[in-house]
């Protein structure tokens, strides 16, 4: 049941395409599951809404915002940097795989319009994704590389950084919930999520976490004038955040658990990513005008880093390098309107998940990461509802 300016509204229907973007999003952490040659069963399923979406072509209304002409310009930045990529090989896979991400963004977040009960189903399959993806983590869990826990579907394992970004979303959600809600049972269900995130041996994404915490954190201060009940929230959670650290880290592995010691970090640092770093802005800093300015072609960093040919381990650093200045300034434009749409819109959600997002891009290449892409989604078609209703500005997130 949604109530909207004062009127109860109970039958706004749900079209098929957002039970497909439903279903793209549940099914979200299995991207790393490959079927023969086809490919990621992710991929296969994405088709579904964007088919969808062609069949009722009639309802797809064009909306020129800044998110859109950004995203416009940078892919076309991309497209012509094969003409000059040191591997146009390398440039034009990297494309595609972009231009996968830009088509759902486009054909179901800026051309579609959606009600307020598919808004709701959208974000809801999105925390069910979340839930889903820690789900099979814990059922085809693989700790033989070196005692992290690895998510393994079929022949092949998930990476540990990069899976953590999948249920992003869903410990954002029970952070509002229990911060700016005050609902204290989702204590259990965050310190569970940050438990998973530390089994993993991610040290990048679980500082992205706390800054998850700490966005919700700052909401709850700015939008609450009981300051002292609000100390004593935090305070209750960050007790409760640190026995859970104590008692999971007893439970893990060494070589996992020391990883988050402050003897290993001052002896290991970030494991290679600064010289990876130094690296790159060397090797950029020497190169012609031309390669400054324009970059070595989207999808090169791993040619262009001849240390290692690893990939840069950030996300401004790798398009710097691979697009020159206009790239690394059109990410950063494209993220900052995401960050302003929902802030605007009062979408805290999936406004933490997204700022943890940002901060994970400090420390990977999320170049092509889905969960970017989807809350990008959902964010663009929120806007479009409040748009369409102004005045609008009611939150989506409400009890799923």
Not at 239 to 249: G, S
Request: proline residues 2%; hydrophobic residues 50%; positive net charge.
């Amino acid at each position: 049941m949604i109530r909207r300016h004062g009127i109860m509204q109970m039958n706004e229907p749900i079209r098929p395409v957002v039970y497909g973007i439903g279903l793209y999003f549940a099914c979200s952490g299995a991207d790393s599951f490959q079927i023969g040659s086809i490919g990621s069963l992710l991929k296969i399923v994405a088709l579904l809404p964007l088919a969808l979406a062609f069949l009722d072509i009639r309802r797809w209304k064009l909306r020129i915002t800044p998110t859109l002409v950004a995203q416009l310009v940078f892919w076309f930045l991309t497209v012509a940097s094969i003409l000059y990529s040191i591997s146009a090989d390398k440039t034009f896979s990297s494309v595609k795989a972009l231009t996968l991400n830009l088509a759902l963004v486009f054909c179901l977040g800026i051309m579609e319009e959606y009600n307020a009960r598919e808004l709701r189903l959208m974000q809801r399959c999105l925390l069910a994704g979340g839930w889903i993806t820690i789900a099979l983590m814990l059922l085809f869990s693989d700790m033989s590389l070196h005692g992290r826990l690895t998510l393994l579907l079929g022949a092949k394992t998930q990476d540990q950084n990069y899976i953590n970004g999948y249920f992003m979303y869903a410990f954002s959600w029970h952070c509002c919930q229990l911060l700016l809600e005050k609902k204290k049972l989702h204590l259990i269900p965050t310190s569970l999520i940050l438990s998973i995130v530390l089994l993993t041996g991610s040290r990048g994404a679980l500082v992205a976490f706390l800054l998850v915490i700490v966005v919700h954190v700052w909401f709850l201060f700015a939008n609450s004038r009981h300051k002292l009940r609000n100390i004593a929230l935090v305070v209750l959670l960050i007790a409760v955040l640190l026995v859970m650290f104590d008692l999971v880290l007893a439970q893990m592995p060494e070589n996992v658990a020391q990883r988050y010691s402050w003897d290993y970090i001052a002896e290991k640092g970030t494991t290679g990513r600064t010289r990876i770093w130094r690296f790159l802005l060397e090797h950029y800093s020497g190169d012609s005008i031309f390669r400054m300015l324009f970059g070595h072609g989207y999808g090169t960093t791993i040619l262009v880093n001849t240390m290692d040919g690893r990939v840069a381990h950030n996300l401004y650093l790798d398009n710097l390098i691979t697009l020159g200045i206009p790239g690394m300034l059109l990410q950063m434009m494209i993220q900052g309107s995401v960050v302003y749409i929902l802030f605007k819109r009062r979408n805290y959600p999936l406004l933490g998940a997204y700022m943890g997002m940002i901060g994970m891009c400090m420390s990977l290449s999320l170049v092509a990461y889905k969960p970017i892409w989807n809350i990008m989604l959902l964010a663009l078609a929120i806007d479009a509802n409040c748009r369409k209703q102004p005045g609008n500005n009611e939150k989506l997130e409400d009890s799923v």
